[in-house]
């Protein structure tokens, strides 16, 4: 039958593109699904682009420490022409491509649940295709970007970070509702690249709020010096725009009301599950699909539907959406042939998954942070260093700030979770992700020597103000 495979992926972002890849090398038969871009969220409107965004604000910030180098005004038309480069212009065809030759077959449409391992396509001209699975259905579909129900919001059509990612021009004014990842980095890139006056306005205390709590007020003390206004414990009254397009007016509840050009909302993300059939196998549409650690739904007993990435809830971040789509592709396969691997599941995400945000200053971190690790019943003790004392921080550039901290556990003697704040500390999260999910104990920890002069050299430092 043409329209029966081993196994149906719905969405070819990165999660679904890996369990086609680990699946098709296990010998399965393979389908994918996709209304939109293969390569989903993250190569045309969320990771890629931003990045791209945010690299000569990254590099502005290097060569304005450093003595001797000058820097003119930032090239705003190359800037954005190199983003536009970098998601090969909102083209998927070179990543169509990739998945017709792995092989598997690309099925360009709206995809839904119609039963046990059964999938209904609605075909960009509004044909139907049902898609039948001998093995397993994966749904690899996302999220998408939440609205607060704020009166006025939706009708003043505000940007997500589809727009802002892809944005053709900088806004003279932008607000920004929101400070997490999303929010802070976007906001910086607007502003870095011209929006003159950029202000964030935060319901809660601080930035990255599920970060350390020292790594938002770093990084809010870069954006005051910087012109960015962050007005924390701020709700939003309503939202007015009278002409499409036009000025934007946000209400607020104390404070005089504020005008901007354009309106990021930032505020969070639901799993892209409405309207995908799950009431068709017993779950509850629009919400996460529940996951044992081999990805495998929990909610249908029959066990041939499973669910990676964001659309699970576990950990909604790029690299561990493809982590889990390689575990539960080498399920699949393994099941297929009847040959369970307990060691094919799921570890990493419950020791806490690393995470990069490209601000100046970098925020890096892996692990639990000091107040969920005491909340989750560890015996922890966290131990600060300044990063700026790192020589190797030193020759970087005049005036390095940044922040290390380690938490560990003190039973066990080993790391629970370990946080960056300072420019460039991206390339040292890799090295403390190791640390963390290898739980390798202080003692031996202590015996990796970092090189002089770099600023992993912290990692002495750290070692040292514990008391190795």
Same mark, same amino acid.
């Given at each position: 039958?043409?329209?029966?495979?081993?196994?149906?992926?719905?969405?070819?972002?990165?999660?679904?593109?890996?369990?086609?890849?680990?699946?098709?090398?296990?010998?399965?038969?393979?389908?994918?699904?996709?209304?939109?871009?293969?390569? =989903?969220?993250?190569?045309?409107?969320?990771?890629?682009?931003?990045?791209?965004?945010?690299?000569?604000?990254?590099?502005?910030?290097?060569?304005?420490?450093?003595?001797?180098?000058?820097?003119?005004?930032?090239?705003?038309?190359?800037?954005?022409?190199?983003?536009?480069?970098?998601?090969?212009?909102?083209?998927?065809?070179?990543?169509?491509?990739?998945?017709?030759?792995?092989? %598997?077959?690309?099925?360009?449409?709206?995809?839904?649940?119609?039963?046990?391992?059964?999938?209904?396509?609605?075909?960009?001209?509004?044909?139907?295709?049902?898609?039948?699975?001998?093995?397993?259905?994966?749904?690899?579909? $996302?999220?998408?970007?939440?609205?607060?129900?704020?009166? =006025?919001? @939706?009708?003043?059509?505000?940007?997500?970070?589809?727009?802002?990612? !892809?944005?053709?021009?900088?806004?003279?004014?932008?607000? @920004?509702?929101?400070?997490?990842?999303?929010?802070?980095?976007?906001?910086?890139?607007?502003?870095?690249?011209?929006?003159?006056?950029?202000?964030?306005?935060?319901?809660?205390?601080?930035?990255?709020?599920?970060?350390?709590?020292?790594?938002?007020?770093?990084?809010?003390?870069?954006?005051?010096?910087?012109?960015?206004?962050?007005?924390?414990?701020?709700?939003?009254?309503? @939202?007015?725009?009278?002409?499409?397009?036009?000025?934007?007016?946000?209400?607020?509840?104390?404070?005089?009301?504020?005008?901007?050009?354009?309106?990021?909302?930032?505020?969070?993300?639901?799993?892209?599950?409405?309207?995908? $059939?799950?009431?068709?196998?017993?779950?509850?549409? =629009?919400?996460?699909?529940?996951?044992?650690?081999?990805?495998? %739904?929990?909610?249908?007993?029959?066990?041939?539907?499973?669910?990676?990435?964001?659309?699970?809830?576990?950990?909604?971040?790029?690299?561990?959406?493809?982590?889990?789509?390689?575990?539960?592709?080498?399920?699949?396969?393994?099941?297929?042939?009847?040959?369970?691997?307990?060691?094919?599941?799921?570890?990493?995400?419950?020791?806490?998954?690393?995470?990069?945000?490209?601000?100046?200053?970098?925020?890096?971190?892996?692990?639990?942070?000091?107040?969920?690790?005491?909340?989750?019943?560890?015996?922890?003790?966290?131990?600060?260093?300044?990063? $700026?004392?790192?020589?190797?921080?030193?020759?970087?550039?005049?005036?390095?700030?940044?922040?290390?901290? %380690?938490?560990?556990?003190?039973?066990?003697?080993?790391?629970?979770?370990?946080?960056?704040?300072?420019?460039?500390?991206?390339?040292?999260?890799?090295?403390?992700?190791?640390?963390?999910?290898?739980?390798?104990?202080?003692?031996?920890?202590?015996? !990796?020597?970092?090189?002089?002069?770099?600023?992993?050299?912290?990692?002495?430092?750290?070692?040292?103000?514990?008391?190795?």
């Amino acid at each position: 039958m043409a329209d029966e495979f081993d196994v149906i992926v719905i969405g070819a972002g990165p999660a679904g593109e890996n369990v086609v890849g680990r699946a098709v090398r296990g010998g399965l038969t393979t389908a994918v699904v996709e209304e939109r871009l293969a390569g =989903g969220e993250c190569s045309y409107w969320a990771c890629v682009p931003s990045k791209a965004l945010l690299r000569p604000i990254d590099l502005a910030g290097e060569v304005s420490r450093v003595p001797g180098l000058s820097l003119g005004e930032i090239d705003v038309a190359a800037v954005l022409a190199r983003r536009d480069e970098a998601v090969s212009r909102y083209d998927d065809t070179g990543q169509v491509g990739w998945i017709e030759g792995v092989p %598997a077959e690309f099925v360009r449409g709206r995809g839904r649940l119609d039963g046990p391992k059964r999938v209904r396509v609605t075909t960009e001209d509004g044909a139907e295709r049902v898609l039948t699975a001998r093995q397993a259905v994966v749904l690899a579909t $996302g999220s998408k970007a939440v609205v607060p129900p704020v009166p =006025g919001l @939706v009708e003043a059509d505000p940007w997500t970070s589809h727009e802002v990612t !892809a944005a053709t021009a900088i806004p003279e004014r932008l607000a @920004v509702l929101g400070g997490g990842v999303v929010a802070c980095e976007m906001a910086q890139a607007m502003h870095g690249l011209g929006a003159r006056q950029t202000t964030l306005l935060v319901r809660g205390g601080g930035l990255l709020g599920r970060m350390e709590p020292f790594a938002g007020e770093m990084l809010a003390e870069s954006f005051a010096e910087t012109g960015i206004d962050v007005r924390t414990h701020t709700d939003v009254v309503r @939202v007015e725009r009278p002409e499409p397009g036009g000025k934007v007016t946000v209400h607020l509840p104390e404070e005089p009301p504020l005008e901007a050009d354009e309106l990021l909302v930032a505020t969070g993300r639901r799993p892209a599950t409405r309207d995908l $059939g799950l009431a068709s196998v017993g779950l509850a549409d =629009g919400k996460y699909v529940e996951v044992d650690d081999s990805m495998r %739904a929990t909610g249908v007993p029959e066990g041939w539907l499973y669910a990676v990435g964001d659309v699970n809830g576990r950990t909604l971040l790029t690299h561990m959406g493809k982590y889990q789509a390689r575990v539960c592709g080498d399920v699949i396969a393994a099941r297929a042939r009847g040959d369970e691997l307990p060691a094919m599941r799921d570890l990493a995400d419950g020791y806490g998954a690393p995470q990069v945000v490209f601000t100046d200053p970098q925020v890096c971190a892996v692990g639990r942070t000091e107040a969920a690790a005491r909340e989750a019943g560890f015996r922890a003790r966290t131990v600060d260093y300044d990063l $700026g004392a790192v020589t190797g921080a030193y020759l970087l550039g005049d005036g390095y700030r940044g922040r290390a901290r %380690a938490v560990v556990d003190e039973d066990r003697k080993v790391l629970l979770g370990v946080t960056f704040v300072g420019p460039g500390t991206a390339e040292l999260v890799h090295a403390a992700t190791i640390a963390v999910t290898a739980e390798v104990p202080l003692d031996r920890l202590w015996h !990796a020597v970092p090189s002089f002069p770099t600023v992993s050299e912290v990692w002495l430092r750290l070692l040292e103000a514990y008391g190795m």
